[in-house]
């Protein structure tokens, strides 16, 4: 009955307001987002266009716990209205539009599980939600990769990391996750999901624990979008 329900609620754009095919986004709009291209696949950050597809000079002189970044476009244009709207402006229907936008430009073959990066409680009860995941969650179904939950809880109420550069991050985040290692018996390959990466600290530091308490030996770091 899908061919249905499209013929009597045909998908409008959320931006634009005019009719779109599938995504409730213009297609057109959807296209004209820069993404990231000529990056260093482990952190995601620009690389000569010689040196593109290798690992960057920093990551192979300190390498990052996780092992390789998928984001889907950079943090920028109607993308950052969009998802501002989604964590800011409670406009919850949008965490299933973020996660078609993602898995449109994932490669998630070898991936077993999903792990949605935590907020703290009390974060959680101010904002009512985890916007990574109800990302994580339509994106786990899309998949068609089990998403892993409760499985690392974040025990540190950090401040705001808006501001700050990445070593500031990196210390505002230490020993601020929990992991529960029995959680993840039978998996070794992970993706994280978060909304937006900045610095990459997050996810440094709970692939970081991640890797110290369970079996895991490869985690991927995943995000709709990264700031430039």
Request: net charge positive.
């Amino acid at each position: 009955m899908h061919w249905l329900e499209k013929w009597l609620l045909p998908s409008r754009c959320v931006i634009r307001d005019k009719p779109s095919e599938q995504l409730d986004l213009s297609s057109e709009l959807v296209a004209s987002w820069p993404v990231p291209e000529s990056v260093c696949p482990c952190c995601c950050e620009p690389c000569s266009e010689a040196s593109a597809g290798s690992v960057c000079g920093t990551c192979l002189l300190n390498p990052p716990a996780f092992d390789r970044t998928q984001v889907g476009f950079y943090f920028d244009a109607e993308l950052v209205a969009l998802l501002h709207a989604f964590k800011y402006g409670h406009q919850m229907a949008y965490g299933r539009i973020l996660a078609d936008l993602l898995s449109s430009r994932l490669e998630a073959s070898n991936i077993d599980a999903l792990v949605a990066v935590p907020i703290h409680p009390l974060r959680r009860r101010e904002r009512g939600f985890n916007q990574a995941e109800q990302i994580a969650m339509p994106l786990a179904k899309a998949l068609r990769i089990p998403l892993i939950r409760g499985a690392v809880k974040r025990v540190k109420n950090t401040p705001s990391q808006t501001h700050l550069n990445k070593a500031q991050r990196q210390r505002n985040l230490k020993r601020a996750f929990a992991v529960e290692a029995e959680r993840f018996s039978g998996v070794r390959r992970i993706a994280l999901i978060d909304d937006v990466i900045t610095t990459g600290a997050t996810m440094q530091q709970l692939a970081q624990a991640i890797k110290a308490d369970t079996g895991i030996d490869y985690v991927e770091s995943w995000a709709v979008a990264k700031t430039k």
